[in-house]
């Protein structure tokens, strides 16, 4: 099939590139001309693990390609997948300015005389898919006068649910794939388009436009509220003496309640749960309902991200200032090198305004916080450099090589053997045998005094 992605951004390049790979051709319209220079040149603009490889497979066999035209790269398109952001507005409802623009340009550029289908991937607010119907229909009314466009198209919605780090697994072989239209002409094209992702006996979801949409918000909050759910655990676990890893394997063993997305921490963080979840409040609020449980999922988060703060604070007997802090991970997770809503940040501000000074280690994350936070922080070369001379180590990412460093190097580098760790990486059993004095979340403190 031919299709073109608009938006080149996480969602639009995986989603071209994964299509690509199954045999389409697809062409990629992004409006920020360096980014479109730099893919046509082979570059890749996002760290996602094993996406590169079958972008240059693909790009180089012709079936991937770039531009910034939005009319050249829908000519004969059968699919037009709409990869743009939707932001938090002032208000937290998503912002559908980059959506409906697009929808805008589309309804000058349409041929009436081929079908497509216009596919929203990305997360939208339930009842954006007639909205940018509507708005294709007014902007061909004034711009196409006379033509018949109404019957030449139709939106479906198809929300995204891949993860940053594992983006091309949850693509190529998802779970589901939720597809929102009741059109009979657009149910054939996504379901050709879908059978090589689901062979594996996974299934493709038909319904409705609008339950798609919901289907996408509430997938998001339903995560964001179990992992709050576990960090409240772990709060009850630091004052009762219970163990958060135990209480976690106790009832993720149970099926209903299942293994993932259990792990308590210093919150969530990214592009899409945080602002999803303001965004369903937001879209509660519109209707006059009163979602107690997302209100309390946001609270939650906000304290959860300062969780370590105090903590510190304590054990430095309320006094910061002149303090030194090496600080592991920057990314809101690991194998991204994405910063947006990452916890780490917060870490950072709360340290600063507390005049404490920090250096900080990322495998990826670097040059996206170099330019958040300029010469206000030192950026280490690696995970040891930013020990030296520091009061603490804290670790706000679970990167693979912080879990079995060398304990030699950190207690030589640091001035005291002291970690607070907000993604519970070390096992509190060796940290004791090491004499650390270690802090987790919901676990027992390790001192060593
Ligand atoms: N990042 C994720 O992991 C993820 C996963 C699932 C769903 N989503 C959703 O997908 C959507 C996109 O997210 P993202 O992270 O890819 O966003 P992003 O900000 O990384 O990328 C969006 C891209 O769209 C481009 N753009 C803006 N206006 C344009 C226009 N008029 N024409 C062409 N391109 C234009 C931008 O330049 C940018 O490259 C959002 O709604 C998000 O919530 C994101
Ligand atoms: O047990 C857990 C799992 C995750 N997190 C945190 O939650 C955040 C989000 O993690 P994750 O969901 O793995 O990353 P995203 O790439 O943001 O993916 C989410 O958001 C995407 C965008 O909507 C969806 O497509 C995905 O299905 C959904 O998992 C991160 O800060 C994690 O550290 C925890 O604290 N504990």
Redesign the pocket.
Known sequence: MKIAVIGTGYVGLVTGTCFAETGNVVTCVDVDQQKINKLNAGEITIYEPGLEKLFLRNQKEGRLKFTQSLADAIVDAQIIFLALPTPPGADGAADLKYILGVANDLGKLLNPNNYVVIVDKS?VPVGTADKVHNAIVASATIHQAGKNIEHCFDVVSNP??????VAVDDFMKPDRVVIGTTAPKAIKVMNDLYTPFVRQGNPLIFMDEKSAELTKYA??AF?AVK?SFMNEIAQMCERLGADVDMVRKGIGSDDRIGKR???P?I????S??PK?VQALAKTADDINYDFKILDAVMDVNAMQKLHLIPKIKKYFNNNLKGKHFALWGLA??PNTDDVREA?AYYMIDALLAEGATIAVFDPEAINNTISVYGNKIVYANNQYEALFNADALLIATEWNEFRTPDFEKISSALKNKLIFDGRNVFDPAQMQELGYHYESIGRKIISNK
């Open positions: 997360t995204e649910f891949l993860r940053e780090g997938a998001n995560l992992i997305f259990l792990f921490g919150g969530y963080g990214g899409c749960f999803d809101f997770k916890p």
